[in-house]
């Protein structure tokens, strides 16, 4: 009995520390084309990765998936857009606050600094930077 009252105190301790970040879950981007799901990285939980989970044209005019045609790394051309590694490696300054991770563009091929950050009406401002210009997005919950 007092093993199974230990490990409740322990489980209820470590909770908070597990506790979903507001910013994780489903955004869409601003144009509505697109929606991505954002959750700790896979192996990595100290960090926040997002992958596309939805697309409003998931299909080419072949009828194919949309596929990454503009990276630059030619053997990932071929991969489809949907469930494709989105935003990643964003560290945590404060609750609701992310820092340091890359966003890529796949109709441009580009990856850019970025942050986000959760604003007061509950949508998210996501700001990818090149050098000192940074632009920012405003996505909102589905």
């Keep these: 009995m007092r093993h199974l009252l230990v490990a409740a ?9 597990l506790a979903a970040d507001p910013v ?7 144009s509505g084309s697109a929606k991505v799901r954002i959750a700790p990285c896979q192996g990595r939980p100290d960090r926040l ?6 697309l409003k ?13 503009a990276n630059p790394d030619p053997a990932l051309r071929g991969r489809p857009v949907l469930g494709l590694p989105f935003i990643r490696d964003f560290r945590r300054v404060e609750t609701a606050r992310w820092t340091g991770g890359k ?5 441009t091929g580009k ?3 970025s942050r986000l ?6 949508t998210l401002k996501l700001e990818g930077c090149v050098l000192v ?10």
């Design 24 to 30: 994780e879950g489903d955004w869409l981007t601003p």
């Design 9 to 17: 105190v322990l489980a209820c301790a470590a909770s908070p520390a």
């Design 103 to 107: 966003i890529y563009d796949p109709q």
């Design 133 to 142: 210009v940074c632009q920012a997005q405003t996505w909102r919950r589905p």
């Design 117 to 122: 950050r959760l604003n007061p009406d509950g």
């Design 49 to 54: 990765c997002g992958a596309i989970v939805w």
């Design 57 to 69: 044209d998931a299909l080419d005019r072949a009828g194919q998936p949309v596929r990454d045609t």
């Design 111 to 113: 990856t850019y600094d």
